[in-house]
């Protein structure tokens, strides 16, 4: 945690149903309590009844009001644990849709950058981790900020001295539970860390298992799996540690505070200062009112490992947010200008603290095929990720009708067909994957993707074909033509104004990629905006223009 916070305010404004789980959790407290109160009155009245001589027949209300607080606080348990199975359920659905979306908004860029084991390990195994949270702490929390005033308040009004004491050494078990939680938070951190180096480090491994297999070094890798596994298995222990630590100082401090009642109580109760009714009800609610407190600083641990993939998770949204209005993903889409260019201005990007891009400017006219070059690392693709609107940046993207920019309007999704350097083909049928995003039906879009896999120089490529996942089945450059085509199939059933493509040919031999270049200048000629990034010599001398991060100039 960025801080030792009771809620993060950020799960209210992301997850509506987090309001009507405190909301329900609120009610409930207040049952709990008054069951808790009642208890101890009618134990008391019970003792000192039976003490007093009563008979059964006088006591049997107050036997019959007893088992009632009983039965009302079983309810109340049940229904808490009920109510957070429940809410813990629907927040982590809210946040998975909100996360996700805001995965689709940031784009495969940031996927790469940040690695998919990472998104993978958050919106996984980092959200069930809630469950804790919601089950075992918020529940905790609730019943101490509604218990516990209430508590003290029955206390004081019955026993003064009591109370004193209870006010007192009440402050010491929330210092302590900060205190822990600082220490806490510093580990917890670095566990969640570790198992996500964990799941990035078994992903490298399974991804490229068959490469590894071929050169006879697949069990190279296990030192590092076992490297890794021994760093989260460490971590995790000291983490456990402090957990059984905290837990035992929690209890040392309760339980010091209720055995100073109890002495103070029992020394007045031999001097005839307090009543015997008075002193067993303040004896038996003095454990009621440490008992919240002290389960809440032994659940947080139980939290720990959600909130510590909160913050990711709100990060990750957060950074989704910061995308311009104009350029995220599901921005309302307008029909582009007639024959507009794409104008970029002074455009910035950064990554970090590291100025990626700074004051770039160019324009893309329609009809013609740009290649956008420089050097490795120059920032060619984070440029397209801001086109795309999957960075965050400083300066202007727009679509502008004429060189004043007169008519100019932001970009938005559906301007766009993209085909980046990894095919990212999924498990499913090749026209599936062409089509991927298609409205229309399976037999009206099947002309489409025959043609568009023409157009990518993969006709031969049967459209019925079943791929495995992450498309296996497929050569690397048939994949990488399947993925062009699908960027084609784009263009071709929404006329997308842009065409672009990162190193399209890095995996074609010559032929194919010439076909390819006669595609593209196809696309251009049907008056689309095609860019492309290359370093091949055979894509560099067929465009119509380059443009260098080092300048521009024409072929």
């Not at 960025?2 to 209210?12: H, T, Y």
């Not at 089509?435 to 896999?453: C, F, Q, T």
């Not at 008056?527 to 080092?550: M, N, Q």
């Given at each position: ?21 405190l909301a329900g959790g609120a009610v409930l407290a207040l049952l709990q309590t008054v069951s808790i109160i009642?208890f101890a009155w009618f134990v008391s009245r019970l003792i000192t009844g039976a003490i007093a001589g009563e ?358 999704a559906a301007d766009i067909a993209w085909c980046g350097q990894t095919p990212g083909l999924a498990a499913g ?127």
């Open positions: 945690m960025a801080s030792v916070r009771p809620i993060d305010p950020r799960l209210l404004r992301r997850a509506r149903a987090m309001r009507g789980f009642g008979s059964l027949t006088e006591l049997a209300p107050a036997f019959w009001a007893l088992a009632a607080m009983v039965a009302l606080r079983a309810f109340t348990v049940w229904a808490m644990d009920a109510t957070a199975a429940a809410g813990a359920a629907r927040v982590k659905s809210q946040l998975r849709v909100a996360v996700l979306g805001a995965v689709r908004r940031l784009g495969p860029d940031w996927a790469a950058w940040k690695g998919s084991a990472t998104a993978a390990t958050v919106i996984g195994p980092g959200l069930d981790a809630l469950d804790g949270y919601f089950a075992k702490y918020l529940p905790q929390l609730v019943l101490t900020v509604v218990a516990t005033p209430l508590l003290v308040l029955v206390v004081l009004v019955n026993d003064w001295v009591s109370a004193l004491i209870v006010v007192i050494a009440l402050p010491l078990i929330p210092i302590f539970m900060v205190l822990i939680g600082l220490a806490t938070q510093a580990v917890q951190r670095k566990q969640w860390e570790s198992l996500q180096r964990l799941s990035g480090a078994f992903l490298d491994v399974v991804g490229g298992l068959s490469t590894l297999k071929i050169f006879g070094r697949e069990r190279r890798q296990l030192a590092r799996i076992h490297q890794v596994t021994d760093e989260y298995r460490v971590e995790t222990m000291k983490v456990l540690r402090l957990s059984f630590l905290s837990g035992f100082v929690l209890e040392l401090a309760g339980s010091l505070s209720v055995a100073l009642i109890a002495v103070t109580a029992g020394l007045r109760l031999l001097d005839g200062q307090l009543g015997l009714g008075v002193g067993l009800f303040v004896l038996i609610l003095a454990p009621e009112v440490f008992l919240p407190l002290r389960n809440v600083g032994a659940q947080f641990h139980a939290a720990a490992d959600g909130v510590a993939a909160s913050e990711q998770i709100f990060e990750i949204i957060e950074a989704a947010d910061a995308l311009p209005a104009g350029e995220q993903a599901d921005a309302v889409h307008t029909v582009a200008p007639h024959g507009a260019a794409l104008r970029i201005d002074g455009l910035g990007i950064r990554r970090g603290d590291r100025q990626i891009v700074d004051d770039f400017s160019a324009s893309f006219e329609p009809g013609a095929v740009t290649v956008l070059s420089g050097r490795s690392g120059a920032g060619k693709s984070s440029i397209i990720a801001a086109i795309q609107g999957f960075l965050p940046y400083e300066g202007e993207i727009v679509l502008a009708a004429a060189d004043d920019g007169s008519g100019a309007r932001a970009l938005t049928t090749v026209a599936d994957n062409v089509a991927l995003g298609s409205r229309l039906s399976a037999h009206d879009r099947s002309p489409l993707v025959r043609a568009s896999l023409g157009l990518a120089s993969a006709a031969a490529i049967d459209p019925a074909l079943e791929l495995g996942v992450a498309g296996s089945g497929l050569s690397g450059g048939q994949a990488q033509r399947v993925a062009i085509a699908r960027a084609f199939y784009r263009r071709v059933e929404l006329g997308t104004p842009l065409l672009i493509l990162d190193e399209p040919s890095s995996a074609l031999d010559a032929a194919t990629e010439a076909e390819l270049i006669a595609s593209l200048r196809s696309a251009a000629a049907d008056g689309a905006i095609v860019i492309v990034i290359s370093h091949r010599e055979a894509v560099i001398a067929a465009a119509d223009r380059v443009v260098s991060l080092e300048g521009v100039r024409h072929a």
